[in-house]
Protein backbone atom coordinates (compact mmCIF):
# COMPACT_ATOMS: atom_id res chain seq x y z
CA UNK A 1 0.00 0.00 0.00
CA UNK A 2 2.43 2.84 0.95
CA UNK A 3 4.61 2.05 -2.50
CA UNK A 4 1.81 2.62 -4.25
CA UNK A 5 0.83 5.98 -2.49
CA UNK A 6 4.50 7.13 -2.46
CA UNK A 7 4.07 6.67 -6.51
CA UNK A 8 0.68 8.63 -6.42
CA UNK A 9 2.91 11.10 -4.36
CA UNK A 10 5.98 11.25 -6.84
CA UNK A 11 3.27 11.87 -9.90
CA UNK A 12 1.92 14.64 -7.92
CA UNK A 13 5.04 16.19 -7.47
CA UNK A 14 5.61 16.05 -10.95
CA UNK A 15 2.09 17.55 -11.77
CA UNK A 16 2.49 20.47 -9.54
CA UNK A 17 6.03 20.85 -10.71
CA UNK A 18 5.19 21.77 -13.92
CA UNK A 19 1.87 23.58 -13.38
CA UNK A 20 2.42 25.63 -9.99
CA UNK A 21 6.38 25.47 -10.20
CA UNK A 22 6.53 24.13 -6.66
CA UNK A 23 5.73 20.59 -4.88
CA UNK A 24 3.82 20.97 -1.98
CA UNK A 25 5.22 21.01 1.14
CA UNK A 26 4.65 18.58 4.34
CA UNK A 27 2.03 21.37 5.49
CA UNK A 28 0.63 21.02 2.04
CA UNK A 29 -0.70 17.41 2.62
CA UNK A 30 -1.44 18.62 6.17
CA UNK A 31 -3.67 21.31 4.81
CA UNK A 32 -5.32 18.30 2.15
CA UNK A 33 -5.61 15.55 4.69
CA UNK A 34 -7.98 18.22 6.72
CA UNK A 35 -9.73 19.13 3.56
CA UNK A 36 -10.76 15.27 3.21
CA UNK A 37 -10.98 14.29 6.72
CA UNK A 38 -14.00 17.49 6.38
CA UNK A 39 -15.65 15.83 3.44
CA UNK A 40 -15.50 12.87 5.12
CA UNK A 41 -17.13 14.14 7.68
CA UNK A 42 -20.10 15.37 5.11
CA UNK A 43 -20.80 11.81 3.73
CA UNK A 44 -20.56 10.04 7.39
CA UNK A 45 -23.66 12.50 7.71
CA UNK A 46 -25.41 11.39 4.75
CA UNK A 47 -24.96 7.98 5.47
CA UNK A 48 -26.40 8.69 8.60
CA UNK A 49 -29.36 10.61 7.29
CA UNK A 50 -28.49 14.37 8.36
CA UNK A 51 -27.94 15.33 4.64
CA UNK A 52 -28.42 14.17 1.43
CA UNK A 53 -26.85 11.35 0.01
CA UNK A 54 -23.49 10.83 -1.45
CA UNK A 55 -23.66 6.59 -1.58
CA UNK A 56 -21.11 3.96 -1.18
CA UNK A 57 -18.67 4.91 -3.60
CA UNK A 58 -17.98 8.46 -2.42
CA UNK A 59 -17.35 7.21 1.39
CA UNK A 60 -15.12 4.49 0.15
CA UNK A 61 -13.35 7.44 -1.86
CA UNK A 62 -13.12 9.65 0.93
CA UNK A 63 -11.92 6.75 3.39
CA UNK A 64 -9.52 5.81 0.73
CA UNK A 65 -8.03 9.41 0.07
CA UNK A 66 -7.70 9.99 4.49
CA UNK A 67 -5.38 6.94 4.48
CA UNK A 68 -3.71 8.24 1.24
CA UNK A 69 -2.69 11.23 3.32
CA UNK A 70 -1.67 9.28 6.60
CA UNK A 71 0.31 7.49 4.23
CA UNK A 72 1.92 10.39 2.61
CA UNK A 73 2.23 12.27 5.88
CA UNK A 74 4.40 9.14 7.85
CA UNK A 75 6.01 9.25 4.42
CA UNK A 76 7.44 12.63 4.54
CA UNK A 77 7.94 12.70 8.54
CA UNK A 78 9.81 9.55 8.50
CA UNK A 79 7.62 7.80 10.17
CA UNK A 80 7.00 3.69 10.40
CA UNK A 81 3.82 3.65 10.46
CA UNK A 82 3.54 -0.18 10.77
CA UNK A 83 5.75 0.06 13.92
CA UNK A 84 3.85 3.17 15.58
CA UNK A 85 0.35 1.65 15.05
CA UNK A 86 1.31 -1.93 16.88
CA UNK A 87 2.78 0.17 19.46
CA UNK A 88 -0.35 2.51 19.97
CA UNK A 89 -3.16 -0.12 19.97
CA UNK A 90 -0.29 -2.23 22.35
CA UNK A 91 -0.94 0.97 24.75
CA UNK A 92 -4.68 1.11 23.97
CA UNK A 93 -5.26 -2.30 25.12
CA UNK A 94 -3.07 -1.98 28.26
CA UNK A 95 -4.60 1.12 28.73
CA UNK A 96 -8.77 -0.22 27.76
CA UNK A 97 -7.66 -3.80 29.82
CA UNK A 98 -7.20 -1.34 33.22
CA UNK A 99 -9.71 0.26 33.29
CA UNK A 100 -11.80 -3.15 32.12
CA UNK A 101 -10.03 -4.97 35.34
CA UNK A 102 -10.82 -2.01 37.61
CA UNK A 103 -14.68 -1.86 36.40
CA UNK A 104 -14.76 -5.44 37.84
CA UNK A 105 -14.18 -4.28 41.33
CA UNK A 106 -17.19 -3.11 43.48
CA UNK A 107 -18.22 0.53 43.58
CA UNK A 108 -15.84 2.53 45.70
CA UNK A 109 -13.14 0.37 45.39
CA UNK A 110 -11.49 1.28 41.94
CA UNK A 111 -8.99 4.20 41.73
CA UNK A 112 -7.30 5.61 44.63
CA UNK A 113 -9.28 8.03 46.41
CA UNK A 114 -12.86 7.57 44.51
CA UNK A 115 -15.59 6.24 47.51
CA UNK A 116 -13.04 6.74 50.62
Partial sequence: MLRLAV???DKYDELNLRRRGRVWARS????GFMGDVGDLAKIVM???GLRPGAGRAALEHELADCL???LILAYRY???LESAFRRTMAE???AITAQLDSD???PGQGEAG???
Fill in 92 to 94: LDT
Fill in 28 to 31: DYVN
Fill in 46 to 48: AEE
Fill in 7 to 9: AIH
Fill in 78 to 80: GVD
Fill in 104 to 106: DQP
Fill in 68 to 70: WSV
Fill in 114 to 116: VGA
